[in-house]
C-alpha cells in the first residue's frame, strides 16, 4: 500500500540500506548501476520510471500484472541554459569578473600561505590529536561510535596559539578583548593581514576610502559559536561570567575597525558558508552595494561539546586522517582555520595595477530540495549548480582542468559527488583532475570553502596541483566514468589549456556543499 512518491529515508531506510538496495538491483538488471542510484531517485515513483525507462526488458515481473508507471515527478532542473534566440548569452569579460588582489590565511600547522603551500606541496597530513590547551580528550573519548555523553575522536586539525591576541592594536581593552569569541579576534586579525598583503596601508589605505566613500563590505563564513559555554561551566554556583554569543559581530568588528560603511554581515549555510561568502561579496559588489570587499570565514573549536555533537549524529571519523574519495572513508576529520581575501572587479584591479591572485569569473549557489533525506546531498542539485556557474562565466567544461571538489571522506557523499561531476565533465580529451584539501587539513566546515580557494590560488601561483592524500584505494563505489575523471593522488605540473579567448590558462572550479543543502561553486582563473 505504500504511495509511489513516498521518499526511502522516510520509509525508515539509512543510507546502508538503500546501497544494499541498489546491489540487489544491479544483480536484477545484470548491469552495472552505480551506487548513488537510490540517492538521485530518492522516491519509489521516480525509481520506477528510471527502472522502467532503462531496464524493462531484464525487469519483467514473475506474474502476470499490467506494469503501471508512475507520475512524473518534479525533479530539480538539470540542464541550465541561458539562451536568448537559440543565441548563448555572454557578459562582457571585465564587468562580470572579479579579482582576488589581497590573500591570507592560517590553517592545521600552517601560520601563512607559503607554509600552506609547502605542507600541500609535500602531501602532509596535518591531523594531530586534539591538544590539552584546548581540554583533556580523555575525559570525553569513548570508542562506541554514537555515545550520546562521549565522542569516538581524538583527533583534529588545529591552529596554533588562538588565545594570543593584541587588543591594544585594535583599540582593544584586555577585558574586553578576553569576552570576544577567539573567532571573532582571529578574523578580526586576518583582515588587517589580508589588507596589509594587498598594500593597502597608511597614505594608499586612506586614498582608498576617500575614492569609494568607504563602502568595503565584509562578508565572513561561520556556523559553530561555542566559546561561551566555557565561561558558564567556568561561573558555576558564582556570579556568571557571560563572554559574546553573537557571531554577527566577526564581520560587524572588521567593519567597525576599518570604518567600512558597505554591508557587512555573517553566512551560515554550514560547510559552504565561506564560499558562499564570497559568493555574496561579489553579487554584492555588482548590485554596486560595495565597491571591494573582504569576504572569507572561520572555524575554532572551542568546546569538546562539537565533538560530542558531531559523533552523536555519525558525522566524525575515529580516525587521524581525513579518506577523501578513499576505501576507507569513514566520516570526516573535523579541522580549524581562517581566512580572508581582498575582492575588487577586475577592471578595478588593473586599473590600479594591484598584484592578482586569481579572477572569480562565475558562481552560483541553490538548494538541493527534498532530497533522499534532510543531511543527504542531491547529485541532481550539485550538477545543476556548477552548470550554472559555469554559464555565468562563460566557461566550457571542457575549458576546466581541475575541481577542488567538497570531498568530506564520506562513503556516501563522495560517490554522490563524483557522480554530479561525472554529468558536467563526462566524455573529455583529458582526464578532469581532482582534489581536496580536507585530506590534508580535515573538514573546516564553514572555512572549507576559502580553504578551498585558497589551495586553487597557490596551485594558480606555482602551476603545480598538489596531492590529495589518503587515497591510494580508491572508493570503490565511486564510478569515475571512462577515464573522466582522475583523482590527483601525485605532485604535478598543472598543464595550461584554451579559456574562452583562446588564450593558454588555467580554469579550476571549487564546491561547497552544506550539511543541510545548500549548494555553492565558484570558477577560477589565473591571473591575466
Not at 159 to 177: H, M, N, Q, Y
Not at 222 to 228: D, F, R
Amino acid at each position: 500500500n505504500l504511495k509511489s512518491d513516498v521518499g526511502f529515508y522516510d520509509l525508515g531506510l539509512d543510507s546502508n540500506a538503500l546501497m544494499s538496495i541498489g546491489e540487489a538491483l544491479e544483480s536484477k538488471v545484470q548491469t552495472k548501476i552505480y551506487p548513488t542510484l537510490l540517492f538521485e531517485y530518492p522516491t519509489i515513483g521516480e525509481l520506477v520510471d528510471y527502472l522502467y525507462d532503462n531496464y524493462k526488458e531484464q525487469y519483467i515481473l514473475d506474474i502476470e500484472l499490467p506494469i503501471i508507471k508512475a507520475p512524473k515527478p518534479i525533479h530539480v532542473k538539470k540542464n541550465i541554459e541561458f539562451t536568448k534566440n537559440n543565441q548563448t548569452l555572454v557578459t562582457d569579460s571585465d564587468s562580470d569578473n572579479f579579482a582576488i588582489v589581497g590573500l591570507q590565511g592560517r590553517f592545521p600547522q600552517s601560520e601563512n600561505m607559503n607554509q600552506f603551500w609547502e605542507n600541500l606541496e609535500k602531501g602532509k597530513n596535518c591531523i594531530e590529536s586534539i591538544p590539552l590547551n584546548r581540554w583533556d580528550h580523555t575525559e570525553f573519548y569513548s570508542n562506541q561510535r554514537k555515545n550520546i555523553y562521549k565522542t569516538n575522536s581524538q583527533s583534529g586539525g588545529f591552529v596554533k596559539d588562538i588565545d594570543l591576541f593584541d587588543p591594544l592594536f585594535f583599540k582593544l581593552s584586555g577585558r574586553e578583548a578576553e569576552r570576544i569569541d577567539p573567532q571573532e579576534r582571529c578574523f578580526l586579525e586576518m583582515a588587517y593581514a589580508t589588507m596589509d598583503d594587498a598594500g593597502y596601508t597608511g597614505s594608499k589605505y586612506k586614498s582608498l576610502m576617500n575614492e569609494h566613500e568607504n563602502k568595503i563590505g565584509v562578508f565572513v563564513g561561520v556556523m559553530w559559536n561555542t566559546y561561551g559555554w566555557n565561561a558558564l561551566e567556568q561561573s558555576v554556583g558564582k556570579n556568571y561570567e557571560i563572554s559574546s554569543p553573537f557571531t554577527f559581530s566577526i564581520a560587524n568588528r572588521v567593519s567597525h575597525f576599518f570604518d567600512f560603511k558597505g554591508p557587512s554581515y555573517v553566512v551560515d549555510s554550514a560547510c559552504s558558508s565561506s564560499l558562499l561568502a564570497i559568493h555574496r561579496a561579489c553579487e554584492e559588489i555588482k548590485s554596486g552595494s560595495c565597491k571591494w570587499a573582504l569576504a572569507g570565514g572561520v572555524n575554532l573549536a572551542t568546546h569538546p561539546s562539537k565533538y560530542v555533537f558531531l559523533s552523536q549524529f555519525g558525522m566524525i571519523s575515529p580516525g587521524d586522517k581525513n579518506y577523501s574519495f578513499s576505501e576507507h572513508a569513514d566520516g570526516y576529520v573535523p579541522g580549524e582555520g581562517v581566512g580572508c581575501m581582498l575582492i575588487k572587479s577586475l577592471r578595478d584591479a588593473i586599473k590600479h595595477g594591484d598584484h592578482i591572485y586569481g579572477v572569480i569569473k562565475g558562481s552560483a549557489v541553490n538548494h538541493g530540495g527534498k532530497s533522499a533525506g534532510y543531511s543527504v546531498p542531491n547529485p541532481n542539485a550539485q550538477e545543476a549548480v556548477i552548470r550554472e556557474s559555469l554559464a555565468k562565466a562563460n566557461v566550457l567544461p571542457e575549458q576546466i582542468s581541475y575541481i577542488e571538489a567538497h570531498g568530506t571522506g564520506t562513503s556516501l557523499g563522495d560517490p554522490i559527488e563524483i557522480n554530479a561531476l561525472l554529468k558536467v565533465f563526462k566524455d573529455r580529451a583529458n582526464p578532469l583532475l581532482v582534489g581536496s584539501v580536507k585530506s590534508n587539513i580535515g573538514h573546516l566546515e564553514s572555512a572549507s570553502g576559502i580553504a578551498g580557494v585558497a589551495k586553487v590560488l597557490q596551485q594558480f601561483k606555482h602551476g603545480k596541483i598538489a596531492p590529495s592524500i589518503h587515497a591510494d584505494q580508491l572508493n570503490k563505489q565511486i564510478d569515475f566514468g571512462n577515464n573522466d575523471i582522475e583523482i590527483a593522488t601525485k605532485l604535478q605540473n598543472w598543464q595550461p589549456s584554451l579559456n574562452p579567448k583562446g588564450e593558454l590558462s588555467r580554469i579550476a572550479g571549487v564546491s561547497s556543499f552544506g550539511a543541510g543543502g545548500t549548494n555553492v561553486h565558484v570558477i577560477l582563473e589565473q591571473a591575466p
